[in-house]
C-alpha cells in the first residue's frame, strides 16, 4: 500500500488544488506557526484528554511525551513548504500505527477539527490586513485536508483488506447473513408498530374501566397512567429501531426502558392494595437493577447522554 501513496501523492495533491503556491505561502507562515507551538500542543492535548479513552492508548508519561514530540514535529511539518514522497510516507505510516493501535478513526477526525479551527483562527488574527488572507486560509486547508485523507486511507485499506481476505463462501455468506439480518430487523420494526396498537388498545380499555365504574377511580388514573407510560416507551422503542434500521448502533436500553415502564404500571396498581405490599417491594427491587442495568449501558456506550 505504500508503493499506491508513492505514485499517488502527486494525483492526491492535484485532488485537492494543492499547489507551487500553496506551498510558498504554507513556508512563509512558518516562523508565525513556530511562535505559537507550544500553545498548541497544551490546547491540543486537553482537546483529545475529553474523548474519554484517550488514556487507554496514551497509557503512560513515556508514551505522551513521544507523542507530545511526535505532535510538535507534525505541526511544524504542516508549514515545512516540501511535501514529497517521504512526506506522504511518514503520513502513511502514523495513519498505519493508529490502525493497528486499534485508534478509533473517529477520535483522528474530532483532532483534526481542533487542529484547524485553532489553526485558522490564529492565521486570521496575524494576516486579516492581508490581501492573500483567502489564499493563506486555503493552503492551509488544502494541506489539513490532505493529511486527513492519507491518515484516514489506512483504516479504509483495513477495512477493504479485511474483506478481500475472506473467500468467496465467506463472501457470499456474510452477504445472505447481512440481508437475513435487515429482513429480521423490519420485520421486528412491523412487531414493534403492532405492540404500539396494542398499547393504545389498553389504554382505551383502561379509560373503558374508568367510565364504566369497573374499577375505582383512583385506580383507573394510576392504570391509565401506567398503559401511557407503555406506550410512550412503545414508541422511543420504534424511534430507537428506525435509527438502527438507518445505520445506527442497536440501543439495548430502549428495551429495558419498556422494561421499567411494565413494572412501574404493576407498582402503580398494585400500591393500591395493601395485601400487595411485598410484590410492589419485589417489583421495586426488579425496577432498581433494570434501572442499574441501564445507567451502565448509557455509561459504556455514550457517556454523554448520562
Ligand atoms: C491530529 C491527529 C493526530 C496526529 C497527527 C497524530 C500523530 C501521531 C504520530 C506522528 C505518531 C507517531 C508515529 C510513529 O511512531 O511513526 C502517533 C502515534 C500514536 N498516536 Fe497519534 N496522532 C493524532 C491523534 C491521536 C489521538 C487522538 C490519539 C489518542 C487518543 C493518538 C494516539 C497515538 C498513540 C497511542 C501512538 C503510539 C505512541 C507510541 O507508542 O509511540 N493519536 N500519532
Given amino acids: 500500500?505504500?508503493?499506491?501513496?508513492?505514485?499517488?501523492?502527486?494525483?492526491?495533491k492535484k485532488h485537492y488544488w494543492f499547489a507551487k503556491g500553496d506551498e510558498v505561502l504554507l513556508l512563509q507562515m512558518k516562523p508565525y506557526l513556530e511562535s505559537f507551538a507550544d500553545e498548541f500542543i497544551t490546547e491540543f492535548y486537553q482537546f483529545i484528554w475529553?474523548?474519554?479513552?484517550?488514556?487507554?492508548?496514551?497509557?503512560?508519561?513515556?508514551?505522551?511525551?513521544?507523542?507530545?514530540?511526535?505532535?510538535?514535529?507534525?505541526?511544524?511539518?504542516?508549514?515545512?513548504?516540501?511535501?514529497?514522497?517521504?512526506?506522504?510516507?511518514k503520513l502513511y505510516k502514523i495513519g498505519e500505527i493508529h490502525v493497528k493501535l486499534g485508534l478509533p478513526t473517529h477520535y483522528v477526525n474530532a483532532a483534526f477539527n481542533f487542529v484547524r479551527i485553532f489553526t485558522l483562527s490564529r492565521i486570521y488574527q496575524q494576516y486579516a490586513q492581508e490581501e492573500d488572507l483567502t489564499e493563506r486560509l486555503k493552503a492551509?486547508?488544502?494541506?489539513?485536508?490532505?493529511?486527513?485523507?492519507?491518515l484516514t486511507s489506512s483504516y479504509r485499506e483495513e477495512e477493504i483488506g479485511r474483506f478481500l481476505a475472506l473467500s468467496r463462501i465467506e463472501k457470499t455468506l456474510l452477504g445472505l447473513l447481512k440481508k437475513t439480518s435487515a429482513y429480521f430487523n423490519y420485520l421486528l420494526a412491523g412487531a414493534l408498530v403492532v405492540v404500539a396498537f396494542f398499547a393504545v388498545g389498553?389504554?382505551?380499555?383502561?379509560?373503558?374501566?374508568l367510565f364504566s365504574r369497573q374499577t375505582s377511580i383512583e385506580q383507573g388514573i394510576l392504570t391509565i397512567l401506567g398503559s401511557l407510560l407503555i406506550l410512550w416507551a412503545a414508541i422511543e422503542l420504534i424511534h430507537e429501531e428506525t435509527k438502527h434500521l438507518r445505520g445506527g448502533s442497536f440501543a439495548l436500553e430502549a428495551f429495558i426502558?419498556?422494561?421499567?415502564?411494565?413494572?412501574?404500571?404493576?407498582?402503580?396498581?398494585?400500591?393500591?392494595?395493601?395485601?400487595?405490599?411485598?410484590?410492589?417491594?419485589?417489583?421495586?427491587?426488579?425496577?432498581?437493577?433494570?434501572?442499574?442495568?441501564?445507567?451502565?449501558i448509557v455509561q459504556t456506550t455514550n457517556p454523554r447522554k448520562s
Fill in 257 to 296: 426502558t419498556l422494561a421499567i415502564a411494565a413494572l412501574i404500571r404493576k407498582i402503580l396498581i398494585f400500591s393500591l392494595s395493601p395485601a400487595k405490599t411485598m410484590d410492589v417491594l419485589l417489583y421495586g427491587v426488579l425496577v432498581l437493577c433494570l434501572g442499574i442495568s441501564y445507567w451502565l
Fill in 202 to 209: 389498553l389504554f382505551g380499555y383502561d379509560v373503558y374501566l
Fill in 1 to 12: 500500500m505504500d508503493e499506491i501513496i508513492q505514485n499517488d501523492y502527486v494525483a492526491l
Fill in 140 to 150: 492551509v486547508e488544502r494541506i489539513l485536508d490532505i493529511n486527513l485523507d492519507v
Fill in 50 to 89: 475529553n474523548f474519554g479513552k484517550t488514556a487507554e492508548f496514551l497509557k503512560d508519561e513515556t508514551i505522551i511525551t513521544r507523542h507530545r514530540g511526535k505532535i510538535y514535529e507534525w505541526y511544524l511539518d504542516l508549514f515545512s513548504g516540501t511535501y514529497e514522497i517521504s512526506y506522504f510516507s
